[in-house]
């Protein structure tokens, strides 16, 4: 209830700070006494706190301060002074610390009991309980009608936000913002780290309900008002609709496009499969290629569920015909770029939540071959990926790495397993210095400094690389050769 309502009702009660803007809009959420010199513990925020001074029996205008400065860091909205009882009027003291706090105080008298105040403030706050309950049913049943419409969550949280006249946001089992309406502007967004204010800045007040989804952490939904003690509308009912549509996109993905995308790797890490197969396979799993379409591969961990459920929701923010799969640690994403620059938005979303996780991200795809091109390099290059990046436009050897079949990697573990077998036999280290070798772009000076040998041992190794190998290290072909075997079989053990 506002406050102006109590102030209009004939109940004795008169107005001790009637220089407070706002007054009469001050939300009250309760009725509550305590006579404790720091009753704090034990009012909730927003309620209406009435004393009658009996643990307050002091002068010292220094005792009165610090206790209108605890009830306004409670956030109480109000202070009433019963008369009559311990003080025959209303303490100048107290009058000058909630003017000076901005607390307002209202002085009741003893012409009518306290019971009757109380009546009246609980029966109001009742009352509009009961209202807002009713409302927040009816937006539920909206949210209802909207989700079965295929509404997305940007244009639920809008809804929610235009019924309520208040910010919302969405956050993940991490504290990190899904979505949220109004849109945040873009300066604010990139000092966030997509988090949301939940009730910490001052003059903002913050509403948090729990959003519980099957197979994730529980979400939470922040409504936040501008003031302190504003009234809370009951949104469980709106909660259970939102927990309802996520669990829904969950299993859709799970489900439905997981199948899909399998199958679209298996199809894009062939080159036996025709474009035509890979178009069908995308249309299939919702993805024509009626306009160019961006991909993601990368590497995440095994618990990482929540992460990518939330991933997915942010980036369908942004993007249009957002798809992820997640198998074996290893991450697909698909979605729709309006242009190249949008791709870069894409990264730096990813860079933004997660730093650490190696991602290459490439686009816009005009057809089917030039995704398969694009897949299989970000694809050979990302285990070597230290966080999100975008990964180059054209990449000889990650295409031929990335598409290579068993046997072109059991051509190369032949090509290479001479060097294994003498580094066995003579405990030498000619793997190592093939890696090194090739890793420092074939110049000896910095492979000896790497390898902390002589340069005329350099020498000898290289020579008996050449020999073994049955190739130049000098030439552009044969360290090319050297380079592409190296990087399909990356687990071959090194030498001593």
């Not at 004393?51 to 400065?69: F, H, K, P, S």
């Not at 686009?363 to 694809?379: I, K, Q, S, V, W």
């Not at 090194?436 to 002589?454: K, Q």
Request: hydrophobic letters at 45%; glycine letters at 8%; proline letters at 6%.
């Amino acid at each position: 209830m506002k406050l102006g309502a109590l102030l209009s009702a004939p109940l004795g009660v008169d107005v001790c700070t009637p220089d407070l803007p706002g007054l009469g809009d001050v939300q009250v959420r309760w009725i509550s006494s305590n006579e404790l010199i720091d009753p704090t513990p034990f009012v909730d925020a927003g309620a209406f706190l009435v004393i009658t001074g009996l643990g307050l029996n002091v002068r010292d205008d220094r005792t009165w301060d610090a206790y209108v400065e605890r009830l306004v860091d409670a956030s109480i909205a109000a202070l009433g002074f019963r008369v009559g009882v311990a003080h025959a009027h209303v303490p100048d003291q107290l009058i000058a610390a909630c003017a000076r706090w901005r607390l307002p105080l209202l002085r009741i008298g003893l012409d009518r009991p306290f019971s009757v105040v109380e009546q009246f403030v609980l029966d109001r706050v009742r009352t509009e309980h009961a209202r807002a309950e009713d409302a927040s049913w009816h937006l539920a049943e909206r949210l209802a009608t909207s989700v079965a419409a295929g509404t997305d969550l940007k244009s639920l949280l809008e809804l929610v936000s235009t019924a309520l006249g208040a910010r919302v946001a969405l956050l993940d089992g991490n504290g990190h913002r899904l979505g949220e309406w109004p849109p945040v502007a873009p300066e604010a967004a990139a000092g966030s780290r997509g988090r949301t204010p939940t009730g910490s800045t001052p003059g903002v007040d913050a509403q948090q309900v729990l959003v519980p989804v099957a197979g994730l952490d529980t979400h939470t939904l922040v409504v936040v008002r501008p003031g302190t003690g504003v009234a809370h509308t009951p949104l469980n009912p709106v909660a259970s609709i939102l927990s309802l549509h996520l669990e829904r996109l969950l299993a859709a993905t799970s489900v439905q496009q997981s199948s899909m995308l399998a199958r679209l790797e298996e199809q894009l890490q062939s080159w036996e499969t025709p474009g035509h197969a890979i178009a069908r396979t995308l249309s299939n799993a919702g993805l024509p290629f009626s306009r160019p379409l961006a991909v993601a591969v990368g590497r995440v961990d095994a618990g990482s569920a929540n992460a990518m459920f939330s991933l997915r929701l942010q980036l369908a923010e942004v993007f249009e015909d957002v798809r992820v799969s997640v198998r074996g640690g290893a991450a697909l994403l698909l979605f729709r770029p309006a242009d190249d620059a949008s791709v870069d938005a894409a990264v730096a979303l990813l860079q933004d939540r997660h730093p650490s996780w190696p991602f290459l991200v490439s686009g816009p795809c005009a057809d089917p071959e030039e995704l398969r091109l694009r897949y299989l390099a970000a694809r050979a290059r990302v285990r070597t990926a230290d966080g999100p990046r975008r990964a180059p436009v054209f990449d000889l050897l990650g295409l031929v790495t990335g598409g290579a079949g068993r046997a072109s990697r059991r051509a190369a573990e032949k090509f290479l397993q001479p060097l294994v077998d003498h580094d066995l036999k003579h405990r030498s280290a000619l793997v190592q210095t093939l890696r090194t070798f090739v890793r420092c772009d074939g110049r000896p000076g910095r492979v000896a400094e790497e390898l902390h040998v002589h340069r005329n041992t350099l020498s000898y190794r290289l020579r008996q690389l050449e020999q073994l190998l049955g190739l130049s290290l000098t030439s552009l072909a044969g360290l090319a050769t050297c380079v592409t075997a190296l990087d399909l079989l990356d687990g071959l053990p090194e030498g001593d």
